[in-house]
């Protein structure tokens, strides 16, 4: 039985990769708790191990979709591929012919069919601070992790079936995306405007921007749905709530919202920011 057929891809259960959850109550943790508890199985990438089990635990301990931590040293590209080698393993993910090390067929538990690009270096200098090194973390740290996590995402969506319109899954009425899969990377103010401290940090999102213009482009006519959202205005935690912020559970039931999108109203970017904005 083909991996393509309509009964085996009924059973895989969707996968949300989150790749970025800070210290575990961002928008990134937002997310993997709002698509768990809406039955997708979650794996979390990200180098902070002590809240990336503390978070896998908060989410198991709610008993529907499961998550597992996938801690890395770093999100460089070497770093990057090895983690999503693993993941596709532990999840039995179908495996583009680019990434296989055989040509027998893998039976497969699992299909990815969100991931949220949450990774970030911010740097807040004024430009004749900002040192070499500055521009170095900033660019490996924003750009070079978006182009590797981007194309380890997508070497897998490939392998998805299309889905035609969006509708619930057989097994756990679990709304299926529309297409492929989709991915969504988290942007800031800085995406779209520099500032006088933010020559460095704004670099480095800019160009996530473009690059997720440039997929979106280049992969919807495969059914793979890309976005960029543009957070902006500073994000509620639970360390510092007393301001005027967006919610990082708002921010989630976007995300979850534009995942789920009917591939003929595609949206490419959104602009998240509180009703109250003062600036």
Known sequence: MSLGSASVKSILKPLLV?????KGSGTGSATSKLF???GYDVALIARGKDALNEL?????????GKA?????ASYNPKDIQATFGDLTEFYRLPVSPQLKS?????????ALRVALFNIGYPVFKSFLQTTDEDVKNSLEGNVQSAFAFSREVILRLRENEIEDRVEGHPSTSIPTTSGKGTLIFTGATASQRGNTMTSAFAAGKAANRVLSQSLAKE???EGIHVVHAVIDGRIKTSSDSDFVG???????KAYWDVAHQE???WTWELDLRPADEQW
Not at 56 to 64: K, L, V, Y
Not at 68 to 72: E, I, K, V
């Open 102 to 110: 055989t040509s027998q067929p893998q039976p497969t538990t699992h």
């Open 18 to 22: 989150v790749g970025g959850v800070g």
């Open 36 to 38: 768990a508890r809406r």
């Open 219 to 221: 992969f919807g006519r």
């Open 263 to 265: 591939r003929s109203a």
């Open 68 to 72: 597992t931590p996938f801690p890395t």
């Open 246 to 252: 967006l919610s990082p559970e708002s921010i989630a």
């Open 56 to 64: 896998s635990e908060e989410i198991n301990r709610e008993g529907r």
